[in-house]
């Protein structure tokens, strides 16, 4: 009795239920999530559910066996189970009120480390980059909580910490590549040792916690994002010999020493404070070490395509003109602008950044200096505005980052209209609808001069007049000819009313060969088609709908955006005549 | 009756803190209570006695007034009061008109003459009584006293406050202490200081226990060393002296696997943001009202979009997003519950994808337009049939008329009313016989055109005529009749009168024999052969194998092909015997047409299939088609040219190229090279049947809008 139905061998001996995994690992639900959480594991979809099930179709989640004996080696297994004794025996104390047993097990309270999940989740560092995206999301987010009880206190207060190294880490390495302003918060994407590591910060607001959410897995995910992140933050501060944890320039702590720092806050948080700003660097292991240029060594290697050389030299070239984007300009922020990131943006790509000495600590120079060049503002106007600075919106600054270059200010004065945000993540394969503003940026980025908007608008007017001629021209000739016989008929028939039977002239079909030739070449391709076979045809009917689909979402845009260009054009004229 | 508890102070002399309680217990008649008549003692008994001592200022009023002679009932309750008050009481019992009903509602008492007992058990009369309100009045203004004139609850009394309880009423409407004497910020005198004093703070001796050791410490001690030695209690842990944080990857091997085991799937990463996803977007990205609409009508797991696209003119006008914890929590649940599957994604061109065929021009000839229309029917051609030589067609049509066309030209040369709906018509494909057999109701007839050469004509109607009855009459499942007269001279020449509805007529390539469809499921009868020359039926079939759709003759062989509705059976005429069964693969086969080699079949079903057959490779279909989008309903090979067409419900007519080689070993190639459209769809019916013409590359179909088409 070896038959399949026995489900003693194959894929059903390969998985195994997710309660059963439990028993088999003597854990309760919640601490066998947690487990599952700290190494990783995750539930697997087996190709045969049914035999994979014993014949019964129920839905159930499925994990691999060789998983859960992984699980069972696990010695945090083991502090779980501590952990549930202690529970035990401490609420027993504080049943029977022995308040010395009480603080002598608190003392002794079982405490495990992840540091050897995260050695063996990312065997090597560039593993652990590349996981990165998911721990710093929850890191900032978790690090705008406020105190209240939905995770402990020290979370928190680490997870800050733990950003705010990371956030050093990147304005001293200027590796942050593309920030992006959206509805949900800004997204910022950095290249860390060759990886692109994309996180997502919130705006600064009070969080209306739901009440649908389980934060118990937040946090479990939290602990292991956090140790991660700490081993991630000493590994990259080697990288580049800075100190670890951070510590301020002693140039720039000198600077930074407030009159009135003791009344401020305690000296641990005002530190990280300082250190929040960003406006100060870092401290080094060698004091002497400058930042040296990295020249790409020119190894003659025979057969090089010598293009593929210059155009990573070419490559390189940008990227450093990309850093190097805001040195020599001096910013000021103006309170109503999000500080944080802004400073933060403009640090990473080598900006100098200050704001009102009242709004934060760390603030290295006053409005009234008169070497600012730009002054970021959110508001529709400045009181008192000096003449030798740029008064921009909070706008520009990221726009030129994703842009690579210093966008005109004019489009981003006070009060002015902003242009289109766009994503900088968006890359657009041929066939996608790409909008204007996109095009136009392109064209700055080659190197086109951009034009000015009055002239645009003449242009534009006159290019319309041209249209219309265009089209004029573009009327079917063979039509004009019809529209001149017509008239000649019409012209006879007006000369002797008396209508008379008339042969006229029949007319050559006119074959145009090129139309022909595509014709054909579509009919052969339809008669191709339907010799498929059944499998290939559908296949490529998928295809097919699927490009349709993208060409028809693209067709929709540029529809929509005509149309709206139409109606604001015809209210801009509508005003120019009540004028 | 009730019992009260009296509890009297006697004071003593010195007025000391510490005084005696003497109770007394009465039994006193009490009026009833008015509206609680059965309380029972004990519900106000321990209210009295709780009472807070010394803390009634009014108690302090009743006690003084009078200068101590007439003393309430009240003070019994406040002998502190009554001691600060400085009340050296002598108690007179002649004037102690205290009321020892207790701490009662006095209005229990408002019905009687006496408000309550003194000591003695005599009644305490209430006072008379018999000023109003004008009397009041003068009293207010002419007595001078009246401001300190209080009346005595308990004994209904008035009572002028004395100068000192006047002063204590004041003092403590300030809030001040009762007593003057008090002083409430006296400097505090620390006895039990931190200091160590050269004298003890009380005279007494050590105790004996103080210099012994203590049992129950030694006990304690005990317990716990007992404890430790057991290992129930676990001496503190040391302290972690390792750094939170360290160079984790030192030592990293490159080439670790990951613990786990080699099939782990990396997570996936977000999905990164687009255009519509901005503060500012562009203004195409937003939604308009109906789309908006729709976004919130539709569930959140089938949005495209997990949030609406929303513009803000500027960064500071930027709210916090609702949905990020919801979102981050999401991301959570994903990474750790949803199952993980590698999904391999055929990347792969389209173009790829259509098989590489023989150009169609390469393939020339075929037909490419419709050239001609004959028109005249007025109801659904049915059935179409191409004379041999190649001049001639006919079409039978449910108006219950045959038409004979010029091809060349396009003209009705004659019209023949067999009166009932034609079914299938078909010329004898002997080039010099001129018969047309037509099938209608039930009965099948033999037209003789009398078109084209006269001698054949004339031919024929000899070669019909000639007939000679036999000797035996044989009973016959037809009657053959020959008509005369009128119909004679209409061009019948014969009536097979069958015993049900005809569906298809079909000639042997003889021209001699003749196969008749009678479709019905139980009957043996369904097909007959008949024989003109010798007017003699057959019925080759003594079961039924099912529903017969249509037969076929072999182009050379004693072969013939019977249509069931799923299969295609090849019976053997000579040995009688049944030599294959074709699986069609389709659900109701609708025609058929054998390949002038005679090598292969094509059935067109009403599942919009055309199946191939190759004889000799299998009883499989070679191939299968599904060109047509709609039923098939006919379908034909050329004689001479590698053609095949089916036509359709669907309107069209598709020529295929199908080049049957000599050579076995190479397969048929079958290429479609034209898709001819020109039938109306009428009544969902579009082409009823395609012939091709005997020499040229021409097809003719007829169609339910009642023209036939010629494409050239």
């Given at each position: 009795l070896g038959g399949p139905e026995n489900y003693e061998s194959g894929s059903a001996t390969n998985y195994i239920t997710r309660n059963k995994a439990r028993k088999k690992l003597q854990l309760s639900l919640a601490d066998f999530r947690r487990l599952c959480i700290l190494k990783g594991i995750y539930p697997h979809e087996p190709k045969h559910k049914k035999k994979v099930n014993k014949g019964s179709t129920a839905p159930r989640t499925f994990y691999l066996l060789k998983d859960i004996r992984f699980l069972m080696h696990e010695p945090i297994v083991g502090k779980f189970r501590e952990y549930k004794i202690f529970v035990r025996k401490l609420r027993k104390a504080y049943g029977k009120a022995e308040w010395t047993s009480v603080g002598r097990l608190k003392e002794n309270k079982p405490s495990y480390k992840l540091d050897h999940v995260i050695k063996e989740r990312y065997p090597s560092f560039v593993d652990a980059l590349r996981d990165l995206d998911d721990a710093l999301s929850m890191c900032f987010l978790f690090s705008t909580f406020a105190r209240t009880g939905k995770c402990h206190v020290q979370t928190i207060q680490l997870c800050r910490r733990l950003t705010v190294e990371w956030m050093n880490y990147i304005v001293t390495s200027r590796s942050l590549r593309k920030v992006f302003l959206s509805i949900k918060g800004i997204y910022y994407q950095a290249e860390v040792l060759g990886q692109t590591v994309t996180w997502l910060v919130p705006y600064q607001f009070a969080h209306d916690h739901p009440t649908d959410v389980d934060y118990r897995v937040m946090a479990t995910f939290t602990e292991m994002y956090t140790t991660l992140f700490g081993f991630v933050n000493f590994r990259l501060y080697q990288t580049l010999n800075l100190v670890y944890p951070p510590k301020l320039d002693c140039r720039s702590e000198v600077d930074l020493k407030g009159e009135f720092e003791e009344d401020y806050a305690m000296d641990s948080e005002s530190y990280l404070e300082k250190l929040s700003a960003l406006s100060a660097s870092l401290a080094r292991v060698l004091n002497t070490a400058e930042e040296e240029e990295a020249q790409i060594d020119q190894f003659p290697v025979e057969g090089v395509d010598l293009e593929q050389m210059e155009a990573r030299e070419r490559e390189q070239k940008d990227q450093d003109a990309h850093k190097r984007l805001f040195e020599d300009l001096k910013f000021f922020l103006n309170r109503e602008v999000p500080r944080e990131s802004l400073a933060f943006v403009l640090r990473c790509f080598g900006a100098q950044v200050s704001w009102d000495k009242s709004h934060c600590i760390g603030s290295t120079y006053d409005v009234t200096d008169e070497t600012i060049t730009h002054h970021i503002v959110d508001r529709p106007s400045v009181d008192k505005q000096y003449i030798n600075r740029y008064y921009v919106q909070p706008q520009w600054v990221y726009d030129s980052i994703n842009c690579k270059m210093l966008l005109p200010v004019e489009d981003y004065f006070l009060g002015v209209n902003l242009p289109p945000h766009l994503s900088p993540f968006v890359e657009e394969k041929d066939g996608d609808y790409v909008p204007p503003e996109k095009l136009k940026l392109m064209a700055l980025q080659r190197g086109e001069k951009p034009v000015a908007e009055q002239e645009e608008e003449e242009e534009e007017e006159e290019e319309e007049e041209e249209d219309d001629e265009e089209e004029e021209e573009e009327m079917d000739e063979e039509e004009m000819k019809e529209e001149e016989s017509l008239k000649t008929i019409e012209k006879q028939r007006a000369q002797n009313k008396v209508s008379s039977v008339k042969v006229t002239p029949g007319k050559m079909k006119t074959e145009n060969k090129v139309r022909m030739e595509q014709e054909e070449k579509a009919e052969e391709k339809r008669l191709a088609i339907m010799m498929m076979k059944k499998k290939e045809k559908y296949l490529y009917d998928k295809i097919m709908f699927g490009k349709k689909r993208t060409v028809r979402e693209a067709n929709k845009l540029a529809a929509k955006r005509k149309a709206h260009d139409e109606a604001s054009k015809g209210e801009k004229r509508k005003k120019k005549t009540k004028q | 009756m009730m019992v009260l508890w009296r509890v009297v102070r006697l004071p003593r002399n010195g007025g000391g803190v510490a005084g005696r309680w003497f109770f007394f217990f009465f039994f006193l008649p009490h009026p009833p209570p008015p509206s609680r008549r059965l309380r029972s003692p004990s519900q106000h008994a321990p209210a009295q006695r709780s009472r807070p001592a010394g803390l009634n200022p009014c108690a302090g009023l009743n006690k003084s007034s009078g200068g101590g002679e007439a003393a309430s009932a009240c003070e019994r309750w406040q002998p502190d009061a009554l001691a600060q008050m400085g009340w050296q009481g002598e108690m007179t019992s002649d004037c102690d008109i205290r009321n020892t009903v207790g701490n009662i509602p006095m209005e229990w008492y408002q019905d009687y003459p006496h408000v309550g007992y003194d000591l003695d058990g005599k009644k305490i009369f209430k006072p008379i009584r018999n000023k109003d309100e004008l009397d009041e009045f003068l009293d207010k203004m002419d007595n001078p006293d009246y401001w300190r004139t209080v009346r005595d609850k308990m004994t209904g009394a008035d009572v002028r406050l004395s100068d000192e309880q006047v002063d204590l009423v004041h003092r403590l409407q300030r809030g001040q202490f009762g007593d003057i004497n008090f002083k409430e910020y006296e400097p505090y005198i620390d006895f039990f200081s931190s200091e160590t004093m050269?004298?003890?703070?009380?005279n007494r001796p050590q105790d004996k226990r103080s210099f012994i050791p203590s049992l129950i410490e030694k006990q304690k001690v005990g317990k716990l060393v007992h404890a430790i030695k057991m290992g129930w209690i676990k001496p503190r842990k040391p302290r972690d002296t390792t750094p939170q944080y360290y160079d984790l990857w030192a030592q990293e091997d490159p080439n670790a696997i990951l613990g786990r085991h080699k099939m782990h799937v990396p997570a996936p990463k977000m999905r990164l943001p687009g255009h519509e996803e901005s503060y500012n977007p562009p203004p195409e990205y937003l939604l308009s009202e109906e789309e908006k609409l729709a976004w919130e009508q539709q569930d959140p797991e089938d949005r495209k979009l997990s949030f609406l696209p929303q513009r803000f003119s500027c960064l500071r006008a930027v709210p916090a997003f609702s949905r990020f914890i919801h979102e981050r929590f999401e991301r959570c649940l994903d990474l750790y519950l949803c199952p993980r599957q590698r999904k391999m994604r055929v990347n792969v061109n389209p173009e790829d994808l259509i098989p590489k065929m023989p150009k169609p021009k390469d393939l020339q000839p075929f037909p490419t337009t419709q050239s001609l229309v004959y028109r005249g029917h007025t109801s659904l051609v049915r059935s179409i049939s191409v004379s041999p030589t190649g001049q001639w067609l006919v079409s039978g049509s449910d108006d219950g008329t045959v038409r004979f066309w010029e091809i060349g030209t396009g003209r009705c040369m004659k019209t023949v009313d067999v009166g009932g709906a034609v079914k299938s018509v078909a010329w004898n494909p002997n080039p010099s016989i001129c018969l047309v057999a037509v099938a209608f109701n039930e009965s099948v007839v033999l037209l003789n055109p009398a078109l084209g050469d006269r001698l054949v004509v004339s031919a024929t109607d000899q070669l019909v005529s000639s007939y000679e009855e036999p000797e035996e009459a044989r009973e016959q499942p037809v009657q053959w009749a020959a008509p005369a007269g009128k119909e004679h001279d209409a061009g019948h020449r014969l009536h097979l009168a069958h015993p049900k509805a005809v569906r298809q007529v079909t000639w042997h390539s003889k021209g001699d024999y003749l196969a008749c469809v009678t479709p019905d499921g139980g009957s043996h009868q369904q097909v007959l052969i008949h024989q003109v020359s010798k007017r003699r039926t057959q019925n080759p079939f003594r079961r039924s194998k099912g529903l017969v759709q249509c037969v076929s003759f072999h182009p050379t062989r004693p072969f013939f092909f019977v249509a069931t509705q799923r299969h295609v059976r090849v019976y053997n005429l000579i040995k009688q015997e049944l030599s294959k069964k074709l699986q069609a693969n389709c659900k109701w086969i609708s025609s058929m047409a054998v390949h002038p080699g005679g090598d292969n079949v094509i059935c067109g079903s009403y599942d919009c299939r055309l199946t191939w057959f190759d004889l000799d490779l299998a009883t499989k279909p070679y191939k299968v088609l599904r060109h047509h989008k709609k039923a098939l309903r006919g379908v034909a090979y050329h004689k001479h040219y590698p053609l095949f067409a089916s036509g359709s419900d669907d309107g069209s007519v598709i020529v295929c190229h199908g080049m049957v080689y000599n050579d076995l070993l190479q397969n048929p190639l079958i290429v479609p090279v034209k898709v001819l459209k020109g039938h109306a769809i009428t009544h969902d019916l579009g082409v009823l049947d395609v012939t091709f013409h005997p020499s040229q590359p021409w097809v003719f179909s007829s169609g339910a809008d009642g023209t036939v088409r010629l494409f050239t």
């Amino acid at each position: 009795l070896g038959g399949p139905e026995n489900y003693e061998s194959g894929s059903a001996t390969n998985y195994i239920t997710r309660n059963k995994a439990r028993k088999k690992l003597q854990l309760s639900l919640a601490d066998f999530r947690r487990l599952c959480i700290l190494k990783g594991i995750y539930p697997h979809e087996p190709k045969h559910k049914k035999k994979v099930n014993k014949g019964s179709t129920a839905p159930r989640t499925f994990y691999l066996l060789k998983d859960i004996r992984f699980l069972m080696h696990e010695p945090i297994v083991g502090k779980f189970r501590e952990y549930k004794i202690f529970v035990r025996k401490l609420r027993k104390a504080y049943g029977k009120a022995e308040w010395t047993s009480v603080g002598r097990l608190k003392e002794n309270k079982p405490s495990y480390k992840l540091d050897h999940v995260i050695k063996e989740r990312y065997p090597s560092f560039v593993d652990a980059l590349r996981d990165l995206d998911d721990a710093l999301s929850m890191c900032f987010l978790f690090s705008t909580f406020a105190r209240t009880g939905k995770c402990h206190v020290q979370t928190i207060q680490l997870c800050r910490r733990l950003t705010v190294e990371w956030m050093n880490y990147i304005v001293t390495s200027r590796s942050l590549r593309k920030v992006f302003l959206s509805i949900k918060g800004i997204y910022y994407q950095a290249e860390v040792l060759g990886q692109t590591v994309t996180w997502l910060v919130p705006y600064q607001f009070a969080h209306d916690h739901p009440t649908d959410v389980d934060y118990r897995v937040m946090a479990t995910f939290t602990e292991m994002y956090t140790t991660l992140f700490g081993f991630v933050n000493f590994r990259l501060y080697q990288t580049l010999n800075l100190v670890y944890p951070p510590k301020l320039d002693c140039r720039s702590e000198v600077d930074l020493k407030g009159e009135f720092e003791e009344d401020y806050a305690m000296d641990s948080e005002s530190y990280l404070e300082k250190l929040s700003a960003l406006s100060a660097s870092l401290a080094r292991v060698l004091n002497t070490a400058e930042e040296e240029e990295a020249q790409i060594d020119q190894f003659p290697v025979e057969g090089v395509d010598l293009e593929q050389m210059e155009a990573r030299e070419r490559e390189q070239k940008d990227q450093d003109a990309h850093k190097r984007l805001f040195e020599d300009l001096k910013f000021f922020l103006n309170r109503e602008v999000p500080r944080e990131s802004l400073a933060f943006v403009l640090r990473c790509f080598g900006a100098q950044v200050s704001w009102d000495k009242s709004h934060c600590i760390g603030s290295t120079y006053d409005v009234t200096d008169e070497t600012i060049t730009h002054h970021i503002v959110d508001r529709p106007s400045v009181d008192k505005q000096y003449i030798n600075r740029y008064y921009v919106q909070p706008q520009w600054v990221y726009d030129s980052i994703n842009c690579k270059m210093l966008l005109p200010v004019e489009d981003y004065f006070l009060g002015v209209n902003l242009p289109p945000h766009l994503s900088p993540f968006v890359e657009e394969k041929d066939g996608d609808y790409v909008p204007p503003e996109k095009l136009k940026l392109m064209a700055l980025q080659r190197g086109e001069k951009p034009v000015a908007e009055q002239e645009e608008e003449e242009e534009e007017e006159e290019e319309e007049e041209e249209d219309d001629e265009e089209e004029e021209e573009e009327m079917d000739e063979e039509e004009m000819k019809e529209e001149e016989s017509l008239k000649t008929i019409e012209k006879q028939r007006a000369q002797n009313k008396v209508s008379s039977v008339k042969v006229t002239p029949g007319k050559m079909k006119t074959e145009n060969k090129v139309r022909m030739e595509q014709e054909e070449k579509a009919e052969e391709k339809r008669l191709a088609i339907m010799m498929m076979k059944k499998k290939e045809k559908y296949l490529y009917d998928k295809i097919m709908f699927g490009k349709k689909r993208t060409v028809r979402e693209a067709n929709k845009l540029a529809a929509k955006r005509k149309a709206h260009d139409e109606a604001s054009k015809g209210e801009k004229r509508k005003k120019k005549t009540k004028q | 009756m009730m019992v009260l508890w009296r509890v009297v102070r006697l004071p003593r002399n010195g007025g000391g803190v510490a005084g005696r309680w003497f109770f007394f217990f009465f039994f006193l008649p009490h009026p009833p209570p008015p509206s609680r008549r059965l309380r029972s003692p004990s519900q106000h008994a321990p209210a009295q006695r709780s009472r807070p001592a010394g803390l009634n200022p009014c108690a302090g009023l009743n006690k003084s007034s009078g200068g101590g002679e007439a003393a309430s009932a009240c003070e019994r309750w406040q002998p502190d009061a009554l001691a600060q008050m400085g009340w050296q009481g002598e108690m007179t019992s002649d004037c102690d008109i205290r009321n020892t009903v207790g701490n009662i509602p006095m209005e229990w008492y408002q019905d009687y003459p006496h408000v309550g007992y003194d000591l003695d058990g005599k009644k305490i009369f209430k006072p008379i009584r018999n000023k109003d309100e004008l009397d009041e009045f003068l009293d207010k203004m002419d007595n001078p006293d009246y401001w300190r004139t209080v009346r005595d609850k308990m004994t209904g009394a008035d009572v002028r406050l004395s100068d000192e309880q006047v002063d204590l009423v004041h003092r403590l409407q300030r809030g001040q202490f009762g007593d003057i004497n008090f002083k409430e910020y006296e400097p505090y005198i620390d006895f039990f200081s931190s200091e160590t004093m050269i004298h003890p703070v009380t005279n007494r001796p050590q105790d004996k226990r103080s210099f012994i050791p203590s049992l129950i410490e030694k006990q304690k001690v005990g317990k716990l060393v007992h404890a430790i030695k057991m290992g129930w209690i676990k001496p503190r842990k040391p302290r972690d002296t390792t750094p939170q944080y360290y160079d984790l990857w030192a030592q990293e091997d490159p080439n670790a696997i990951l613990g786990r085991h080699k099939m782990h799937v990396p997570a996936p990463k977000m999905r990164l943001p687009g255009h519509e996803e901005s503060y500012n977007p562009p203004p195409e990205y937003l939604l308009s009202e109906e789309e908006k609409l729709a976004w919130e009508q539709q569930d959140p797991e089938d949005r495209k979009l997990s949030f609406l696209p929303q513009r803000f003119s500027c960064l500071r006008a930027v709210p916090a997003f609702s949905r990020f914890i919801h979102e981050r929590f999401e991301r959570c649940l994903d990474l750790y519950l949803c199952p993980r599957q590698r999904k391999m994604r055929v990347n792969v061109n389209p173009e790829d994808l259509i098989p590489k065929m023989p150009k169609p021009k390469d393939l020339q000839p075929f037909p490419t337009t419709q050239s001609l229309v004959y028109r005249g029917h007025t109801s659904l051609v049915r059935s179409i049939s191409v004379s041999p030589t190649g001049q001639w067609l006919v079409s039978g049509s449910d108006d219950g008329t045959v038409r004979f066309w010029e091809i060349g030209t396009g003209r009705c040369m004659k019209t023949v009313d067999v009166g009932g709906a034609v079914k299938s018509v078909a010329w004898n494909p002997n080039p010099s016989i001129c018969l047309v057999a037509v099938a209608f109701n039930e009965s099948v007839v033999l037209l003789n055109p009398a078109l084209g050469d006269r001698l054949v004509v004339s031919a024929t109607d000899q070669l019909v005529s000639s007939y000679e009855e036999p000797e035996e009459a044989r009973e016959q499942p037809v009657q053959w009749a020959a008509p005369a007269g009128k119909e004679h001279d209409a061009g019948h020449r014969l009536h097979l009168a069958h015993p049900k509805a005809v569906r298809q007529v079909t000639w042997h390539s003889k021209g001699d024999y003749l196969a008749c469809v009678t479709p019905d499921g139980g009957s043996h009868q369904q097909v007959l052969i008949h024989q003109v020359s010798k007017r003699r039926t057959q019925n080759p079939f003594r079961r039924s194998k099912g529903l017969v759709q249509c037969v076929s003759f072999h182009p050379t062989r004693p072969f013939f092909f019977v249509a069931t509705q799923r299969h295609v059976r090849v019976y053997n005429l000579i040995k009688q015997e049944l030599s294959k069964k074709l699986q069609a693969n389709c659900k109701w086969i609708s025609s058929m047409a054998v390949h002038p080699g005679g090598d292969n079949v094509i059935c067109g079903s009403y599942d919009c299939r055309l199946t191939w057959f190759d004889l000799d490779l299998a009883t499989k279909p070679y191939k299968v088609l599904r060109h047509h989008k709609k039923a098939l309903r006919g379908v034909a090979y050329h004689k001479h040219y590698p053609l095949f067409a089916s036509g359709s419900d669907d309107g069209s007519v598709i020529v295929c190229h199908g080049m049957v080689y000599n050579d076995l070993l190479q397969n048929p190639l079958i290429v479609p090279v034209k898709v001819l459209k020109g039938h109306a769809i009428t009544h969902d019916l579009g082409v009823l049947d395609v012939t091709f013409h005997p020499s040229q590359p021409w097809v003719f179909s007829s169609g339910a809008d009642g023209t036939v088409r010629l494409f050239t």
